[in-house]
């Protein structure tokens, strides 16, 4: 069946209510919208574990701070309508702003503390509010749905599920692996404003994580010493600027004395225009 784009928030309820009641799981993709195979891939995932897939394409205000890229964020309805629905999405949800917040500014925020303020939170400390306000009021108006979230955001997916599990939101968080170009590069809707030379040195960021998981398979297991193998790389790119790396416990993003168990490597750095996120993991055994 072609897919249906919905625009209004009680349409949306109703037929998402309605599929429910016909004993349909109901599987859900937020997006900001100019999607790529990243965004894809989670519609697939989507897609193969649930009966009805809705998607939702909404720039949400919240998540960019004074100086951010709101009116410069890159928009495209019709490809990502295209790209949707051969991924197998069923309903593409395309609110206005006017339509999730007709009271205009919003009075009531969700914060989820400890875990939002290190790494990305010290660089964007709204950010994750914004997040975690507008992935709230979605799933209050998807209802029980599986919510379906990529690994490059991986400070996100931590904020999501800890929101979902603290205020007892009844929605299976599914955390999706990243998806990268052939030389690396996380795929984001930010990697538009690469020039050629910045496209040539971004993969600078995966090498960089290359290097520090090396580094703990070799027996390396303080953090300190991870990240500064992994800054090095970095800095020994000119088109890079670092933001920040980390060795991180995967379930508190807190950095341990010792690296044990599920741990994360994070990245950030401004490659031109963009700045650039980047994370993988490894599971140390003790």
Known sequence: MP???ISSIAELRSTLDAARAAGRQVGAVPTMGYLHDGHASLMRAARAENDVVVATIFVNPLQFAE???????????????????AAGVDILFTPSVDEMYPFGPVLTTVTVSDISSGWEGVTRPTHFAGVATVVAKLFNITGPVHGYF????????????????DLSIPVTVVGCPIIRE??????????????????????????????????????ERSPDAVTAIMAAVIEDEPLAELDYVAAVDAATLETPEHLDGDTRLLIAAQVGKP?????????IQS
Do not use: C, H, W
Not at 72 to 78: A, F, G, L, V
């Open 3 to 5: 897919i249906t784009t």
């Open 275 to 283: 700045r650039l996120i980047d994370n993988d993991g490894i599971t």
């Open 182 to 219: 052939d030389d690396g590069l996380a795929m984001s809707s930010r990697n538009v404003y690469l020039t050629a030379d910045q496209r040539a040195a971004a993969p600078v960021l995966r090498a960089a994580l290359d290097a520090g998981l090396a580094a703990i398979s070799d027996g």
């Open 150 to 165: 990529g690994e490059k955001d991986f400070q996100q997916l931590a904020v999501i599920r800890r929101m979902v599990d």
């Open 67 to 85: 100086g951010e890229d709101l009116a410069d964020y890159p928009r495209s309805i019709e490809a990502d309508t295209e790209l949707a629905e």
